[in-house]
């Protein structure tokens, strides 16, 4: 056995579903093991490396600032936070116009969960059926899959789930005590699943006649993985909070929850708060990474991209004995199979392919955007191969 390999199992928590692959270097849309072997990245570290494995703008970023403060707690003013929550502004929504940085994206949801609370003075919230809002108490309740959330009940209350792409349940389900719509623009974990033409607007209309918040959680669909900026941006729709988190800063760990002036400044000083958040080295990070995006036009080239791949797969695969669904936005992207998705992941993974799960039976592709085409052809040959190598697919 590999002594990292090892060492990790030993030491490092058993939460997670391990493949045997150690990987110590990565550049661009590929990765190397430990043993020199070359992979195509399509799991992008579950979506944080949008610009690329260790892009050279945002090492030079944190190289740069690490060698003059690493960490300064909010108590006091930086200047690279200041410039990252001036960016931030300036790349979201018009209304949104106030920042709360963190550390991760399910750190962003907590805040809103908890923005909402307070601005409104109401309790309950309406989330989606397939949603995934993160693993800690407040976002582990906005969760849908029983898997994640039964072994922690009783969760904090208040959470009803509807389904997702239906606003006459969104309408039905809210009462005199709901504070908050918090909804996916794409729902990833679940699945894959864009939100139907015309849905997010009806929750917004729907929001404002009934005098409720909407959340919109861009985690995942942020910084250019859907083809725009953020997702919301296809169906011109404004939330009151946007959480967000993973690729905000090219893979160092940070989160933020940006929202309209009115609903942050309802919370108190004292109220919610972060011992790393906002932190110099993340922020400088961010800074550069969004830099990156917006001058390299990476959310277009992902549109432009995520287009052509997802009609390779179609052209490819769409009748495919194992093939149940093809579905995407940008460069995201799930391919639905007819069986679990891990026989099929592991042979990928042999053949110098990484992808992941979403839920059981779905191969989800969250590739650096800056991958190419010829490593998206491979990506979608290798699944083919694997789909037909499999003599029991069923695992």
Known sequence: MNPYIELEDR??????????????RGKGARVWDVEGKEYIDCVGGYGTVNVGHCHPEVVKAVKEQAERMMSCPSTFYNDVRAKLCEKLVEVTPKPLERVFLCNSGTEAVEAALKMARRYT??????????????????????????????PFEPLVPGFRFVEFGDPSAVEAAINRDTAAVIVEPVQGEGGVYPAPPG??????????????????????????????MFALEHWGVEPDILCLGKSIAGGVPMGATVTK???????????????????????????????????????????????????????????????????GLGLMVGVELKFQ?????????????????????VVRFLPPLVISKEDLKKAAETLEKSLEVLKNPRG
């Open 11 to 24: 030491y490092y928590a058993p939460f997670y579903s391990k493949r045997p692959i150690v990987l110590v």
């Open 121 to 150: 003075g109401k309790k309950e919230f309406i989330a989606m059926k397939r949603s995934f809002h993160g693993r800690t108490m407040g976002s582990l309740s906005a969760t849908w899959r029983k898997s994640y959330r039964e």
């Open 199 to 228: 849905y997010l607007k009806a929750l917004r209309d729907i929001c404002d006649d009934k005098g409720v918040l909407l959340i919109l959680d861009e985690v995942q669909t942020g910084f250019g993985r859907t083809g725009r």
């Open 261 to 327: 002036p009115e609903v942050m400044e309802s919370l108190k000083r004292g109220e919610h708060g972060s011992t790393f958040g906002g932190n110099p080295l993340a922020c400088a990070a961010a800074l550069a990474t969004i830099n990156v995006l917006l001058r390299e036009d990476l959310p277009g080239k992902a549109r432009e991209k995520g287009e052509w791949f997802i009609g390779l797969l179609r052209r490819s695969l769409e009748g495919h004995k194992a093939v149940r669904e093809i579905r």
């Open 341 to 361: 998705a891990t026989p099929v992941l592991k042979r990928m993974a042999e053949m110098g392919v990484l992808a992941l799960a979403a839920g059981k039976n």
